[in-house]
């Protein structure tokens, strides 16, 4: 392995009991040629521990002596490692065996918000110095239970609170729809269409056990690296074709309504000047740091917000031909351009790029004033 190549690092989120272990202990049993890092929770049962027997196992210890981590060197190459603490520790030390994988999967638990993780590699400067030297995400993917999946979305939302589940939805750039074996066709289409009013725009893949072709998972390159064709394409509105009504706020008649607190918008953006893509720099900061629409009076009083943005993305071209990507996670967000403003200024771009938002008190009015920033 190139050592100055930087390692990806795939985030897997997911309600409690979706299916993340499952899919886990599959990647780290099936042949697949892949040497992938799992950082898991716990090793958990049969699947890892009875191939255990023919791989190395070795720990560290704290200075307290207690056991604090465990590495298991897998037959096809893989590399699992327990932590009681997931997260930056967790991939901190994981990053001294640098060279015995290429690739890192970190299983958050079911209770966790990936938003905040993922929000870590955004280039801060104690990451850019650090762990930004050797590791870039990947992409943030969701496990969904397809059973209890429309009961986990309704029921942890509170009127002050979005969910879990639907932050975990919100963040994600590819979702598996896992354990479709149980439910009717008519329950799962409900549970699709609630994912898609919350996040329109990650593919849904429907899984069994986690059985999913990698490419799915892992070197999707959600965030670098694209061409700008193949970021639009990630980005279009993933539709199907099932016979529903989507309507206001991501409100959905389908045999009873569904409803969901989070939504996206997606807008398409015309090739903008200069002056505008400092505009929309200084509406995305307003929206995603204050959660107002520029020139919609002032933060609420008790600080919180009426819109609540937890992720955006996008591509838009500018006139000089320069190639721009939106990238965020709440609060974090970087406009990166991904190919140079054209030398000669004969070249004509004429392609209509698009920016999405998902969040909380999204609506019709966000996309207005999002328009009139553009045109
Ligand atoms: N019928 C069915 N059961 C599944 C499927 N995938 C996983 N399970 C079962 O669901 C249960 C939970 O799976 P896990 O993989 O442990 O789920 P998890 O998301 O890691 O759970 P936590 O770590 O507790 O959040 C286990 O009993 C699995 O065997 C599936 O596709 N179909």
Redesign the pocket.
């Known amino acids: 392995m190139d050592p100055d190549r930087k390692v990806p690092c795939t985030l897997i989120s997911?309600?409690?009991?979706?299916?993340?272990?499952?899919?886990?202990?599959r990647i780290l049993t099936e042949r697949h040629g892949y040497r992938i890092a799992v950082i898991m929770?716990e090793f958990?049962d049969t699947a890892v521990s009875s191939s255990a027997k023919a791989i190395n196992v070795s720990s560290t210890d704290n200075e307290a002596g207690e056991l604090s981590e465990q590495f298991l060197e897998l037959a096809n190459g893989c590399l699992c490692c327990s932590i009681k603490d997931t997260g930056i520790a967790a991939i901190e030390n994981l990053m001294k065996r640098k060279g015995a994988f290429d690739y890192i999967l970190l299983?958050t638990?079911?209770v966790a918000d990936p938003g905040p993780i993922a929000a870590m590699f955004w280039h801060n400067e104690e990451y850019a110095m650090g762990l930004g030297n050797d590791i870039y995400l990947d992409g943030v993917v969701c496990?969904v239970?397809?059973?209890f999946g429309e009961q986990q979305m309704t029921e942890d939302a509170t009127d002050d609170d979005i969910g879990t589940s639907q932050r975990q939805i919100a963040c994600a750039d590819v979702i598996l729809l896992?354990?479709?074996?149980?439910p009717t066709e008519e329950q799962l289409t409900r549970v699709e269409i609630l994912i898609q009013s919350c996040n329109s725009s990650a593919p849904v893949h429907r899984?069994?056990?986690?059985?999913i072709d990698l490419k799915h998972v892992i070197g999707i390159n959600a965030y670098k690296g694209k061409s700008f064709e193949d970021l639009l394409h990630g980005l279009r509105l993933h539709d199907h074709d099932h016979d529903h009504d989507h309507g206001e706020e991501g409100h959905v008649h389908q045999h009873g309504p569904l409803y969901t607190s989070v939504t996206s918008i997606q807008v398409d953006v015309p090739v903008i000047n200069e002056e505008k893509a400092q505009k929309l720099d200084e509406w995305i900061r307003s929206v995603l740091w204050e959660g107002i629409l520029p020139g919609e009076g002032t933060p609420q009083n008790d600080g919180s917000k009426k819109l609540e943005v937890l992720r955006c993305k996008g591509v838009f071209c500018l006139e000089s031909g320069e190639v721009n990507v939106l990238q965020g996670v709440r609060g974090m967000y970087e406009i990166t351009p991904i190919r140079a403003a054209a030398e000669d200024d004969t070249v004509g771009v004429t392609e209509v790029g698009k920016l999405v938002f998902i969040g909380k008190g999204l609506g019709e009015n966000m996309r207005k004033s999002l328009l009139d920033v553009l045109q």
């Open positions: 997911g309600f409690l009991g979706a299916g993340k272990s499952t899919l886990l202990k929770n958990g299983e638990t079911g496990v239970d397809a059973v896992n354990k479709t074996d149980v899984t069994v056990r986690g059985d």
